[in-house]
């Protein structure tokens, strides 16, 4: 048996590449396994097998071979999921799109994929994959503050060795949605036995490691994590999931031994989770992937933020112009965003990075100053909007489609649903309220077709909206 010295030693990390790279590694010491295969040997190293788990999966993992033991030890503490008493979350690692995806509930959603006989159907995969986590945590106590969520940040981003949760946990953190997602999107694609690939490590590949060219996301294929939100929101899936969830309920107290709900009882728990779901439609399919500060690298605020007071009333448009040209990855976002707070704070002699967000064209929305913190990016209007700046100059060409449709449609809304954004709020480009040629003449010609533009009037200061 071959002995792999590198997940042995101090240098392994919690990158998907790293995982993938483990996957081969399990798939070359028996050349020729199917995927399922894969999938118990990692489920057996990773001891991922209680009897909810085998009421859909039918897997007896005694007679499974064991991996080499160095090779077991990484893929336990990569796939087993808990969240340690100082918040820190194990079983997470980091993708190249900049997202932390739990392991175990997207291998879950795979294997029941492999298993069904029927395209579509598939048992289980909404109970393995997310509806018995999300039930755990839409069930909580009402006093319990924060039902979803958080997100965290890594200790590196070049060898990710510990991620900690930025808030006080629920019972399903957003890598767990992230690999839940995952685990559905990807666990429905394998139902389809034409679809099903040859490698394990193939299909993680090709989902979480595609790189983007030219215009983005608007060429990148459909099977992407890039656009896990977008194909997991094409499912319909809130009331499916509802359902999902309540069945999970049911089938965990049968499986410990717990008598039958009854009718009130049932009808409770489908009245709590029809209300936790609104909580999760708008954190999950709402609203854009928010790259936090942490992720990104932001030097700390210079002195003391001054609040925001929402509702606000406005959004404003802007692009980078320095930064040029479109930032196509998670890493180069990232510098570019680093770059821009840089010269902000050093150069402009401001507290922070002068947005409130940044849209790049790698798929994802970079956090500025957020949601609560007042920005510097629209002189005189700083305390009623916020200020969203597109990654590249747009005197010319036009940012991506799916850049601005992350702005104009998720990101909007999500301000909105969130009670951050007042529902008539007006949409204006920078050089509407400042003498300026932002966000360029290509870019303030396509917002002035979107719902919400508006003018203000020279002489009343209010905003007149463009029907």
Not at 34 to 52: S, T, Y
Not at 116 to 132: E, F, N, P
Not at 237 to 251: D, E, G, Y
Not at 366 to 394: K, M
């Amino acid at each position: 048996m071959k002995i792999f010295l590198f997940f042995s030693s101090a240098s392994f990390s919690y990158r998907m590449e790293d995982f993938i790279s483990a996957v081969k590694q399990v798939e070359d010491e028996d050349p020729g396994s199917e995927p399922l295969a894969v999938l118990k040997r990692l489920r057996r190293a990773a001891e991922v097998n209680d009897p909810f788990i085998q009421y859909f999966l039918f897997s007896d993992l005694s007679g499974v071979p064991e991996l080499a033991a160095n090779l077991s030890d990484y893929i336990r503490k990569a796939v087993h999921h808990r969240v340690t008493e100082d918040a820190k979350e194990e079983g997470v690692v980091l993708t190249p799109d900049g997202t932390t995806v739990a392991l175990r509930p997207l291998l879950l959603g795979i294997e029941a994929g492999l298993l069904a006989k029927t395209r579509g159907r598939v048992r289980g995969l909404y109970q393995l994959a997310l509806a018995r986590d999300l039930g755990l945590s839409l069930r909580q106590s009402p006093t319990v503050t924060r039902r979803l969520g958080p997100d965290g940040c890594w200790d590196n981003l070049s060898s990710p060795q510990v991620f900690t949760l930025s808030d006080s946990p629920s019972l399903l953190t957003t890598a767990q949605v992230n690999g839940g997602m995952d685990g559905v999107v990807l666990g429905l694609e394998v139902s389809d036995k034409s679809r099903r690939p040859l490698k394990l490590s193939n299909l993680l590949t090709e989902y979480y490691c595609h790189q983007l060219e030219g215009k983005g996301l608007d060429t990148a294929p459909r099977l992407i994590s890039r656009r896990r939100r977008e194909n997991f929101k094409r499912l319909g899936v809130p009331l499916l999931l509802t359902r999902q969830v309540v069945k999970s309920v049911q089938l965990q107290q049968s499986l410990t031994g717990q008598s039958n709900m009854e009718r009130k009882e049932k009808k409770e728990l489908m009245r709590e989770v029809k209300e936790g779901m609104k909580e999760f439609v708008h954190m999950y399919m709402d609203c854009p992937p928010i790259v936090t500060r942490c992720m990104w690298g932001a030097k700390p605020y210079i002195g003391t933020p001054t609040n925001l007071a929402l509702p606000l009333s406005f959004m404003f448009i802007h692009h980078t112009s320095t930064p040029s040209q479109p930032c196509l990855t998670f890493e180069q976002c990232s510098a570019d965003m680093r770059s821009m707070q840089r010269f902000h704070q050093e150069d402009r002699g401001w507290d922070d990075i002068g947005y409130s967000f940044v849209a790049g064209s790698d798929g994802n929305i970079y956090e500025g100053r957020g949601w609560y913190w007042q920005g510097a990016h629209t002189l005189g209007y700083n305390s009623v909007g916020y200020g969203v700046s597109f990654i590249g100059d747009y005197s010319s060409v036009l940012p991506s489609q799916h850049a601005m449709e992350l702005v104009r449609d998720q990101l909007a809304s999500c301000a909105v649903g969130g009670g951050r954004l007042i529902p008539t709020f007006t949409l204006m480009g920078h050089r509407q309220v400042v003498n300026t040629a932002c966000p360029g003449d290509a870019l303030y010609s396509e917002i002035k077709t979107w719902k919400h533009f508006g003018i203000l009037t020279s002489l009343l200061k209010k905003p007149v909206m463009v029907m």
